[in-house]
């Protein structure tokens, strides 16, 4: 049986380092990541419309979540999972 002690990083950690390197570092990281698999990164569009989209996006999501009546995450999970979770 195996045992593992070391903890895998979360993919935020891991993001945020990357985000620590110059961008020719980025560069070469995204190409050896492109030899490996068929990882893509691909940098957000942080244009205008895109970000206005967005917004108006989470206002249609925010307007629907209010009309819909939703129960506490422990009456959900009981809901789902029976009495198991407590």
Known sequence: MAIYTRTRPTYKATFDLA???SP???RRLLA???KLSGVKLVAPN???RAIQ???NLADQIRTELQSVKMPS???AMRQLRGRSWS
Do not use: H
């Open 73 to 75: 995450l422990d009456e």
């Open 53 to 55: 989209l967005g917004r």
């Open 19 to 21: 985000r620590q390197l």
């Open 46 to 48: 942080r244009t205008t």
């Open 32 to 34: 050896e990541l492109a």
């Open 24 to 26: 020719r570092d980025q």
